[in-house]
C-alpha cells in the first residue's frame, strides 16, 4: 500500500488594494477591521445563501443545461461574491482564468462542490499521499515491472485491418488488439491517426491550458498579512490568468522553517536567488462543448479498439484519472482486488479475440 497522512485545504484570496481573507478561523478576520464592516458580514451571508441555494437546486434536478455564470446571474449574485470568493476558488481549483470560469457548465460545477462538500458548514477531512504523488507512481510501476517501457515515446497510433498500430518514434511498431492512450487530450489529438475521424473531431474540443509554475521560498506571493495564509492562495493581479500559491509547507506537513511555496502564473516571478524550479504544465480546460465532448467519448469507448484514459475525463484530479483508466481496464476485462464503485463499465463496440489473448497496449505522459 501506499502510506497517507492528514492534509489541510485552506483557501485565501489577496487583493492588490489589500483586501485579504482566508477559510482560516483566525483567517476570516485577517484584516481586524473586518469585524467592523457590515459589506465584510453580507458578503460571508451571501456564501451561506449561495451554499444553500446551489445545494438545494442540484438536489431537485432543477439546473438546466446552462453556464455558471448564467446561473449566477439568474439568482443576483454581487460582482463582490463573484471577485472574491467562487470565482477565485473555482479559478484556483481548476487552474483558468476567473473570466472564463463563468463557462463552466453550472451543474457539473456544483456537483464538484457537492462531492466535496465545499458547500457544507462541516468540510472533509482531507489526506495526501506520503512523500507526494512520486510515492504512488514508483509503486505502480514496481508492479509493472518490465512490462512498463518507459522512453518509448510514441509516433503515431493507427488501424491496421482489425488490429492498432503503435508506432514509436524510434521506427519501431507494435501491433494490439486494443489500445489504452492514458495521455492529455491534446496529445492523444495528435497521436491519432487522421482516420479516427470522430475520435478525432470531439478531442479537439477537449482544450488544455498552459501554466507557468515557479517552485521557490519568496514571500512576496503569499498574503500580506501572516494571519491570512492558506494552503491555498488566490494572489490577485492585474491580467487575467490565475496567479495562485500552495503552500507546500502546510499541504504536505513539511518543516515551517524553511519555506516552500509553489505559485502559478504570477505577474512578478520570485525572486532569482530565491526560486529553484521554474517549468511549464498544462491543465485542462472545462466548458459546454468540451463537457460534450467527453460525453460523448465516454459513451464511444472501445470505439475502433481505442480506449481514453486521463484526469480530462472527469474533473481534472487524480482520482478522476484512476477511475477512467478503471473504467477501461475493467471493460477490457480487468480485475482489481477491490471494489471499484461509480466506474462505468462499457462493452466494446468492437469484438475483441477470445478472452486470455487479447493484447492491450497502454500509451501514457
Same mark, same amino acid.
Given at each position: 500500500?501506499v $502510506?497517507?497522512?492528514?492534509?489541510?485545504?485552506?483557501?485565501?484570496?489577496s487583493?492588490p488594494?489589500?483586501y485579504?481573507?482566508?477559510?482560516?478561523?483566525?483567517?476570516?478576520?485577517?484584516?481586524?477591521?473586518?469585524?467592523?464592516?457590515?459589506?465584510?458580514? *453580507?458578503? #460571508?451571508? /451571501?456564501?451561506?445563501k449561495?451554499?444553500?441555494?446551489?445545494r438545494?437546486?442540484?438536489?431537485?434536478?432543477?439546473?438546466?443545461?446552462?453556464?455558471?455564470?448564467?446561473?449566477?446571474?439568474?439568482?443576483?449574485?454581487?460582482?463582490?461574491?463573484?471577485?472574491?470568493?467562487?470565482?477565485?476558488?473555482?479559478?484556483?481549483? #481548476?487552474?483558468?482564468?476567473e473570466?472564463?470560469?463563468?463557462?463552466?457548465? $453550472?451543474?457539473s460545477?456544483?456537483?464538484?462542490?457537492?462531492n466535496? *462538500?465545499?458547500?457544507?458548514?462541516?468540510?472533509?477531512?482531507?489526506?495526501?499521499?506520503?512523500?507526494?504523488?512520486r510515492?504512488?507512481?514508483?509503486?505502480?510501476?514496481?508492479?509493472?515491472?518490465?512490462?512498463?517501457?518507459?522512453?518509448?515515446?510514441v509516433?503515431? +497510433?493507427?488501424?491496421f485491418?482489425?488490429?492498432?498500430?503503435?508506432?514509436?518514434?524510434?521506427?519501431?511498431?507494435?501491433?494490439?488488439?486494443?489500445?489504452?492512450?492514458?495521455t492529455?487530450?491534446?496529445?492523444?489529438l495528435?497521436?491519432?491517426?487522421?482516420?479516427?475521424?470522430?475520435?478525432?473531431?470531439?478531442? !479537439?474540443?477537449?482544450?488544455? *491550458?498552459?501554466?507557468?509554475?515557479?517552485?521557490?521560498?519568496?514571500p512576496?506571493?503569499m498574503p500580506?498579512?501572516k494571519?491570512?495564509?492558506?494552503? #491555498?492562495?488566490?494572489?490577485?493581479?492585474?491580467?487575467?490568468?490565475?496567479?495562485?500559491?500552495?503552500?507546500?509547507n502546510r499541504?504536505?506537513?513539511?518543516?515551517?522553517e524553511?519555506?516552500?511555496?509553489? /505559485?502559478?502564473?504570477?505577474?512578478?516571478?520570485?525572486r532569482?536567488?530565491?526560486t529553484?524550479a521554474?517549468?511549464?504544465?498544462a491543465?485542462?480546460?472545462?466548458?459546454?462543448? $468540451?463537457?460534450?465532448?467527453?460525453r460523448?467519448?465516454? *459513451?464511444?469507448?472501445?470505439?475502433?479498439?481505442?480506449w481514453?484514459?486521463?484526469?480530462?475525463?472527469?474533473?481534472?484530479?487524480?482520482?478522476?484519472?484512476?477511475? $477512467?483508466?478503471? !473504467?477501461?481496464?475493467?471493460s477490457?476485462g480487468?480485475r482489481?482486488?477491490?471494489t471499484?464503485?461509480? +466506474?462505468?463499465i +462499457?462493452?466494446?463496440?468492437?469484438? /475483441?479475440p477470445?478472452?486470455?489473448?487479447v493484447?492491450?497496449?497502454?500509451v501514457?505522459?
Amino acid at each position: 500500500g501506499v $502510506a497517507t497522512e492528514a492534509s489541510d485545504m485552506s483557501f485565501a484570496v489577496s487583493n492588490p488594494d489589500g483586501y485579504e481573507w482566508a477559510s482560516t478561523l483566525n483567517g476570516i478576520f485577517a484584516q481586524r477591521r473586518n469585524l467592523f464592516r457590515p459589506k465584510f458580514h *453580507r458578503f #460571508w451571508r /451571501t456564501i451561506l445563501k449561495f451554499n444553500d441555494l446551489a445545494r438545494a437546486e442540484l438536489e431537485a434536478g432543477k439546473i438546466d443545461d446552462i453556464s455558471l455564470g448564467s446561473w449566477l446571474s439568474k439568482h443576483g449574485f454581487k460582482q463582490d461574491f463573484l471577485d472574491n470568493y467562487i470565482l477565485p476558488m473555482g479559478g484556483a481549483i #481548476w487552474s483558468t482564468p476567473e473570466a472564463e470560469m463563468m463557462d463552466y457548465p $453550472a451543474r457539473s460545477f456544483f456537483q464538484f462542490f457537492e462531492n466535496h *462538500r465545499l458547500m457544507h458548514k462541516e468540510r472533509p477531512k482531507w489526506r495526501t499521499v506520503s512523500g507526494g504523488s512520486r510515492t504512488y507512481v514508483k509503486a505502480v510501476s514496481e508492479l509493472l515491472g518490465d512490462r512498463l517501457k518507459l522512453s518509448h515515446p510514441v509516433a503515431k +497510433v493507427g488501424p491496421f485491418g482489425d488490429k492498432v498500430r503503435v508506432e514509436f518514434e524510434n521506427g519501431n511498431t507494435e501491433l494490439f488488439d486494443d489500445v489504452i492512450l492514458a495521455t492529455h487530450s491534446d496529445t492523444t489529438l495528435n497521436l491519432l491517426d487522421e482516420q479516427y475521424e470522430d475520435q478525432r473531431f470531439l478531442l !479537439s474540443s477537449a482544450r488544455y *491550458r498552459p501554466n507557468m509554475i515557479y517552485l521557490h521560498r519568496d514571500p512576496s506571493l503569499m498574503p500580506k498579512r501572516k494571519a491570512a495564509w492558506a494552503s #491555498w492562495n488566490v494572489m490577485k493581479q492585474g491580467r487575467p490568468e490565475m496567479c495562485l500559491t500552495y503552500w507546500m509547507n502546510r499541504l504536505q506537513n513539511l518543516p515551517k522553517e524553511k519555506p516552500l511555496f509553489v /505559485t502559478l502564473n504570477p505577474e512578478t516571478p520570485p525572486r532569482p536567488d530565491l526560486t529553484f524550479a521554474t517549468m511549464e504544465k498544462a491543465h485542462p480546460q472545462f466548458d459546454a462543448p $468540451a463537457e460534450a465532448a467527453v460525453r460523448t467519448l465516454k *459513451r464511444d469507448l472501445g470505439k475502433d479498439h481505442i480506449w481514453l484514459a486521463g484526469a480530462w475525463m472527469g474533473s481534472g484530479f487524480h482520482e478522476d484519472g484512476l477511475k $477512467a483508466g478503471l !473504467s477501461c481496464a475493467l471493460s477490457l476485462g480487468g480485475r482489481v482486488p477491490w471494489t471499484a464503485e461509480h +466506474v462505468d463499465i +462499457v462493452t466494446p463496440q468492437t469484438t /475483441t479475440p477470445e478472452s486470455g489473448k487479447v493484447t492491450i497496449g497502454a500509451v501514457s505522459s
